[in-house]
């Protein structure tokens, strides 16, 4: 029995000629481990990424709130009469929440653009895949 082909198998039961007849581009197959787990690693690069855009997103969004709740404590205690304390509270409640919104939509933008950017590497792996199965 003899073959060409480049694994050599310690077991003589195993017939390397079966073998390249299921697998006909096997020299290849090693090519296209190396290119899966490249785009696997880039893939989780750009993710890491993203989720460090998100975390750094999330930390100033959460000093910002912890400024203004102090800020608004201040002014809160300065204030002499209830008309004044409901105007610094609604005051308050509409910075909030416009910094909410904000950062909600910086948040889904950066998701967006990192799921993007993580599957990229995959998409691309698959459709050069799928390419090289058809010919």
């Known amino acids: ?10 077991f003589t039961a195993f017939d390397t000629d079966m073998f390249e007849s299921f697998f006909p581009m096997n020299d290849s197959m090693g090519t296209y481990a190396r290119s899966a787990v490249s785009a696997t690693t880039e893939s989780t690069r750009a993710s890491m990424k993203g989720m460090q855009d998100v975390s750094n997103t999330m930390m100033t ?20 009469t209830l008309e004044d304390a409901m105007s610094v509270q609604a005051s308050y409640m509409k ?11 910086e ?26 199965a058809k010919v």
Do not use: C, H, N, W
């Open 1 to 10: 029995m003899t073959s060409t082909s480049p694994f050599q198998m310690p």
């Open 61 to 80: 969004q959460m000093k910002e709130q912890m400024t203004l709740g102090v800020e608004t404590s201040k002014k809160l205690a300065a204030t002499t």
């Open 95 to 105: 910075t909030a929440f416009e910094a909410g919104v904000k950062t909600f939509s």
């Open 107 to 132: 948040l889904s933008e950066l998701y967006a653009d990192t799921m993007r950017e993580a599957f990229a590497p995959i998409a691309k792996q698959a459709k050069k895949s799928a390419k090289a």
